[in-house]
């Protein structure tokens, strides 16, 4: 190999290979790979028990696999125990130690002991850092859930690791102080520029705050792309469902490149082989003209209800010719150039053909 | 298929060899040693008695000695006595005490705290205070002589008596609990539908706690079907099972009966706990998450009634302690009513107040070691990841002394410890080996303790404190034991009391020279001198009740310190 090579196809910082863990009868990882690159911030998405956490357990040696490898810089560190790893972690919980002092706290992992004065030094470094200057000399319960949240970062963060693992670290929070700590935890490491690996089930969050997402089910990675990649072209109907709103409609191939829905016919980029599939179309990708002109993807729908949900408005439409379709569309009212919409009213809508995409018909 | 279930576990098992390093492997070793501890302790007297049991004379292993107590009848009536006399002390403790903890949970009867305390105070006592009492109120010289009407009260009723006062607080501690769970919307829904006081009580309040009622009642079979120091002294000659495997082994030095009697009442406890345990599991699911808490409404009638109950059951508590203590300062009961210390001479008991003091050390002692060895040993099974065979046998030796009677452990430690190919047999009649064997015969209530306190940790201290490369005994030292502190006092003066009052297994370890009080009431008892028993008794009582204060003390003032 030559050197160039090498820079240009940097290895990975973090890489996991097909990694396996069973408990029993259930398997928790079903032989996932993935890579994290040098000063990444990459969420594990999925709901609870596809195995998210449980990789991060692995990663962070609290478990270890049946299968497979771990290496970190190319250092295998699959049997490792967690104090010969290289990293930082915060849990939901915090996991604070509730007996000692914040500067105690943080200071916990820094060594040697006996250099007080170049600790305290260090720990106010943290704390101004996130944002808590002053806060040495509290314990933990004297603080809110959002600072100790902080202290639990700056902690994990003292000893300057390679690495920082989050699990679910903004879960227990309040949705204000949540959303808050979730831009400042970005901005910081993107500040430090420290590989970073979080667990969330919560998809906005991930969406806002990751560069990359995986998209975990039942043990195994669904998909791995930019947040924009995840949401416009979910690569599986789970990634579709499980990440912001879709509507799901029943189709029959009528070709490669168009499908039949009830009396409709609707072109779009690629259509499944097999005879049934799913349309998918995000509320707020379906369009609302101002008046009817016939074009392709273009059909007519009643407004069967319209809810006012802040910088959107939400409308329940039901298309001619689609018996027993609901549609759910979300249009911004300063951008539609006509009169309010009104229940009852029948209106012309496209359904975008590069923004409809169609699954396979799912077997049950 | 299974070739593919087994490859991963055998890389399992080699990875962890190579990568272990000095803290994985500290960890391990001290699993480890703590099993091998316990396995002194524990595992091996158990065994010698199964091998006394089963060891026949011509050097096989075989049943014959099973065979000779089948045929002994005194043996045989002796078993039947004990199952007599067990069924009906459950049969009385169980609607006392569920009566009495009905009263404390689900009224408003001013005082109950109060009256809680006076219903825990046998816990304090050993269990040949009331038997000592029952002696001066119904004995051949006892005030109430003339109620028997002729009888005597030596033999079942004595026992029964006693038993009733010793067994209590167990039986009461357990129905607090289940009747500390109840859930006021049930009760609410009852009101709604119109349901009686009575109907609640039927359809609600006694379904509720029929786990802690199971609980109980096994419970107490066990203490009293392998409690010795009743009926050796109020027995007379109601013969017992307990009190035949003493008289077996101290008596007749019949080690081979006295290990099969020993299997013989280790059976029903190890029934008992198995299903103790079952049930206890039952009971905890039973209480869910939302359940409101119940408080007691106005309701004079009930708490009349309840009154009645709490004070009727604490006089007779008081009177069978206060008796034994009151007799101890009088001078020859019923000649000589004067008020004296005499009795608290004991120059006439073998080693005199020695005995006494033997009893402080051994108390002492007791609580210094085993305080740090059951808590090492449950922060190992709760919050060390290596070694999971090892951590699996700790645990089953922690909880197995709740299925083992004193009586049968201290059998067993004759048997193990006096062996003369021990080399450890040197420690025989030892107060050093009557201190180990105490620890390990209350280490499980100890080790719950512990186990109750280390798992309200976040579990993911000990996980932060490794991504920061900090070794587990830093965090032992630096936040665990800190934060567990008033467990430990519990502990430690659960393991003092332990010590001051038990007698069922130091029956058969003393030695003149480490005799303890406990014991001595037995010797003195038997010497027919019971005045001088009753002091020593009451020195016991007031040492516990002394130190209970005091350690409740101390933890008042961390509480306080940790505000």
């Known amino acids: 190999m030559k050197p160039a090579d090498t820079i240009l196809t940097a290895s990975p910082y973090l890489a996991v290979h097909g990694l396996t863990r069973r408990y029993g009868a259930f398997t928790a990882l079903d032989g996932v790979s993935l890579a994290l690159r040098h000063g990444e911030f990459v969420c594990l998405l999925g709901p609870s028990g596809c195995g998210k956490t449980t990789l991060l357990r692995q990663i962070a040696g609290l478990d270890l696999p049946d299968d497979g490898r771990i290496t970190l810089q190319d250092r295998d560190i699959t049997r490792l125990p967690p104090a010969k790893r290289d990293y930082g972690i915060v849990f939901q919980s915090y996991a604070l130690f509730p007996n000692l002092t914040v500067a105690d706290n943080i200071a916990y992992g820094l060594t040697p002991r006996r250099e007080r004065a170049r600790h305290r030094e260090r720990v106010r470094e943290?704390?101004?850092?996130?944002?808590?200057?002053?806060?040495?000399?509290?314990?933990?319960?004297?603080?809110?859930?959002?600072?100790?949240?902080?202290?639990?970062?700056?902690?994990?963060?003292?000893?300057?690791?390679?690495?920082?693992?989050?699990?679910?670290?903004?879960?227990?929070?309040?949705?204000?102080?949540?959303?808050?700590?979730?831009?400042?935890?970005?901005?910081?490491?993107?500040?430090?520029?420290?590989?970073?690996?979080m667990v969330t089930h919560d998809q906005a969050e991930a969406l806002a705050i990751a560069d990359r997402v995986v998209v975990m089910n039942n043990g195994r990675i669904e998909q791995v792309g930019t947040p924009a990649e995840i949401y416009r072209r979910p690569a599986s109907r789970f990634v579709a469902e499980f990440v912001g709103e879709a509507n799901w409609?029943?189709?029959?191939?009528?070709?490669?490149?168009?499908?039949?829905?009830?009396?409709?016919?609707?072109?779009?980029?690629?259509?499944?082989?097999?005879?049934?599939?799913?349309?998918?179309?995000?509320?707020?990708?379906?369009?609302?003209?101002?008046?009817?002109?016939?074009?392709?993807?273009?059909?007519?729908?009643?407004i069967a209800d319209v809810s006012f949900a802040g910088a959107m408005t939400r409308l329940q439409l039901l298309p001619e010719g689609m018996p027993g379709v609901m549609l759910i569309a979300e249009v911004c009212p300063s951008m539609l150039n006509r009169q309010p919409l009104v229940p009852g009213e029948i209106v012309p809508i496209e359904l975008p053909a590069e923004l409809l995409v169609a699954y396979p018909e799912e077997r049950a | 298929?299974?070739?593919?279930?087994?490859?991963?576990?055998?890389?399992?098992?080699?990875?962890?060899?190579?990568?272990?390093?000095?803290?994985?492997?500290?960890?391990?070793?001290?699993?480890?040693?703590?099993?091998?501890?316990?396995?002194?302790?524990?595992?091996?007297?158990?065994?010698?008695?199964?091998?006394?049991?089963?060891?026949?004379?011509?050097?096989?292993?075989?049943?014959?000695?099973?065979?000779?107590?089948?045929?002994?009848?005194?043996?045989?009536?002796?078993?039947?006595?004990?199952?007599?006399?067990?069924?009906?002390?459950?049969?009385?403790?169980?609607?006392?005490?569920?009566?009495?903890?009905?009263?404390?949970?689900?009224?408003?009867?001013?005082?109950?705290?109060?009256?809680?305390?006076?219903?825990?105070?046998?816990?304090?006592?050993?269990?040949?205070?009331?038997?000592?009492?029952?002696?001066?109120?119904?004995?051949?010289?006892?005030?109430?002589?003339?109620?028997?009407?002729?009888?005597?009260?030596?033999?079942?009723?004595?026992?029964?008596?006693?038993?009733?006062?010793?067994?209590?607080?167990?039986?009461?501690?357990?129905?607090?609990?289940?009747?500390?769970?109840?859930?006021?919307?049930?009760?609410?829904?009852?009101?709604?539908?119109?349901?009686?006081?009575?109907?609640?009580?039927?359809?609600?309040?006694?379904?509720?706690?029929?786990?802690g009622l199971l609980s109980a009642g096994l419970v107490v079979f066990t203490l009293v079907i392998t409690d010795f120091g009743v009926p050796k002294v109020v027995g007379g000659n109601y013969n017992v099972l307990a009190v035949e495997a003493y008289k077996q082994v101290i008596?007749?030095?019949?080690?081979?009966?006295?290990?099969?009697?020993?299997?013989?009442?280790?059976?029903?406890?190890?029934?008992?706990?198995?299903?103790?345990?079952?049930?206890?599991?039952?009971?905890?699911?039973?209480?869910?998450?939302?359940a409101v808490q119940y408080t007691p409404g106005r309701d004079p009638l009930r708490d009349v009634a309840a009154f009645g109950l709490l004070s009727g059951v604490s006089?007779?508590?008081?009177?069978?302690?206060?008796?034994?203590?009151?007799?101890?300062?009088?001078?020859?009961?019923?000649?000589?009513?004067?008020?004296?210390?005499?009795?608290?001479?004991?120059?006439?008991?073998?080693?005199?107040?020695?005995?006494?003091?033997?009893?402080?050390?051994?108390?002492?002692?007791?609580?210094?070691?085993g305080?740090?060895?059951?808590?090492?040993?449950?922060?190992?099974?709760?919050?060390?990841?290596?070694?999971?065979?090892?951590?699996?046998?700790?645990?089953?030796?922690?909880?197995?002394?709740?299925?083992?009677?004193?009586?049968?452990?201290?059998?067993?430690?004759?048997?193990?410890?006096?062996?003369?190919?021990?080399?450890?047999?040197?420690?025989?009649?030892?107060?050093?080996?009557?201190?180990?064997?105490?620890?390990?015969?209350?280490?499980?209530?100890?080790?719950?303790?512990?186990?109750?306190?280390?798992?309200?940790?976040d579990n993911e201290f000990e996980a932060v404190a490794a991504s920061l490369k900090v070794p587990f005994w830093v965090t032992l030292r630096r936040v665990t034991l800190p934060i567990c502190l008033p467990a430990l006092v519990d502990v430690a003066r659960y393991f003092f009391i332990a010590g001051m009052t038990t007698v069922s297994a130091l029956i058969f370890l003393y030695s003149p020279d480490s005799s303890v009080s406990a014991v001595a009431i037995i010797t003195i008892d038997d010497t027919g001198n019971t005045a001088a028993a009753a002091a020593m008794a009451t020195m016991v009582v007031l040492t516990s009740a002394l130190v209970s204060v005091l350690f409740s003390l101390v933890e008042a003032w961390m509480a306080r310190r940790r505000r």
């Open chain 1, 126 to 197: 943290l704390l101004d850092m996130v944002g808590l200057p002053g806060s040495e000399d509290k314990y933990p319960s004297q603080l809110s859930g959002g600072q100790q949240q902080r202290v639990a970062l700056a902690r994990a963060l003292a000893t300057s690791p390679g690495l920082l693992l989050l699990d679910e670290p903004l879960s227990a929070l309040d949705a204000r102080v949540r959303d808050k700590l979730r831009d400042e935890l970005k901005r910081l490491q993107k500040k430090l520029g420290v590989t970073t690996l």
């Open chain 1, 249 to 302: 409609l029943p189709a029959r191939r009528a070709d490669a490149y168009s499908v039949t829905v009830g009396a409709h016919t609707l072109k779009l980029a690629g259509v499944p082989a097999g005879e049934a599939c799913t349309l998918f179309v995000r509320p707020e990708d379906i369009l609302v003209k101002p008046r009817w002109e016939a074009a392709p993807n273009t059909l007519l729908a009643r």
């Open chain 2, 1 to 211: 298929m299974s070739s593919v279930v087994r490859r991963p576990l055998l890389a399992r098992l080699g990875a962890l060899g190579q990568a272990a390093d000095g803290e994985t492997r500290t960890a391990q070793g001290l699993v480890w040693l703590w099993v091998a501890l316990l396995a002194l302790l524990l595992g091996l007297p158990l065994l010698a008695i199964l091998g006394r049991a089963l060891l026949q004379g011509d050097g096989r292993l075989g049943f014959g000695h099973f065979g000779e107590v089948l045929d002994s009848p005194g043996l045989m009536q002796a078993t039947l006595n004990s199952f007599v006399v067990s069924l009906t002390v459950t049969t009385i403790v169980l609607p006392l005490a569920f009566g009495f903890a009905w009263a404390l949970m689900r009224s408003r009867v001013v005082g109950r705290a109060v009256f809680r305390q006076i219903a825990l105070t046998p816990l304090l006592a050993p269990s040949l205070m009331p038997a000592i009492s029952i002696v001066y109120l119904f004995g051949n010289q006892g005030m109430l002589k003339s109620w028997l009407d002729g009888g005597s009260i030596y033999g079942f009723w004595g026992i029964v008596l006693g038993e009733l006062f010793y067994t209590f607080p167990h039986a009461l501690l357990i129905l607090v609990t289940a009747l500390a769970s109840a859930d006021a919307r049930l009760f609410e829904a009852a009101r709604s539908m119109g349901a009686s006081a009575w109907r609640q009580f039927f359809t609600i309040t006694l379904p509720g706690a029929r786990y």
């Open chain 2, 251 to 290: 008596g007749q030095q019949n080690f081979e009966r006295g290990a099969v009697v020993g299997l013989m009442l280790l059976l029903p406890a190890v029934l008992a706990f198995v299903l103790e345990r079952r049930t206890a599991r039952r009971q905890q699911a039973a209480i869910t998450a939302r």
């Open chain 2, 315 to 369: 006089v007779l508590l008081l009177a069978l302690l206060g008796v034994g203590i009151v007799a101890s300062f009088i001078g020859y009961w019923p000649y000589n009513l004067k008020l004296t210390l005499d009795h608290y001479d004991f120059s006439q008991i073998d080693g005199g107040w020695a005995v006494y003091f033997n009893s402080l050390k051994l108390a002492t002692a007791t609580a210094l070691l």
């Open chain 2, 371 to 457: 305080t740090p060895l059951v808590f090492l040993g449950a922060y190992w099974v709760e919050k060390l990841k290596v070694a999971g065979v090892g951590r699996q046998v700790l645990r089953f030796f922690a909880m197995l002394p709740m299925a083992v009677p004193g009586l049968v452990l201290g059998l067993g430690y004759v048997f193990f410890f006096n062996h003369p190919a021990n080399p450890l047999n040197g420690l025989y009649g030892s107060l050093a080996l009557m201190v180990v064997c105490t620890v390990a015969h209350y280490y499980t209530t100890a080790h719950l303790t512990a186990a109750t306190a280390l798992k309200q940790l």
